[in-house]
């Protein structure tokens, strides 16, 4: 396999990932969990970025300052703005 499909393959693997973080933020806004928004959402902005998905990875660094800040609105927003975004 060359570099480039494993790269593709890895960016594959990201966006379901994605997918999954979205859901587990859904879960902790819910909850008004904000160490778990402000963690799953370093995470997300850091791989993000590793992929060049660079608008993703804003809106998680958005996300992880709205939720230090405890913006409940705001951060439902920005939730709703990285489930809309399609990676692939």
């Known amino acids: 396999m060359s570099q480039e499909n494993s ?4 960016k594959k693997l990201f966006a379901a990932d994605l997918t999954e973080k979205v859901k587990l933020l859904q879960v902790a806004v819910r909850e008004t969990n ?5 963690r799953i959402s370093h995470q997300i902005k850091g791989t993000a970025k590793s992929f060049g998905f660079t608008e993703v990875s804003v809106l998680a660094d958005e996300l992880e300052q709205s939720a230090a800040q405890k913006m409940f609105e ?4 920005i939730i709703r703005e990285i489930s809309d975004r399609s990676v692939l």
């Not at 790269?7 to 890895?10: G, H, I």
């Not at 904000?34 to 402000?38: H, L, Q, S």
């Open 7 to 10: 790269f593709e393959e890895l």
């Open 34 to 38: 904000w160490e778990t928004i402000a």
């Open 74 to 77: 705001k951060t439902v927003e």
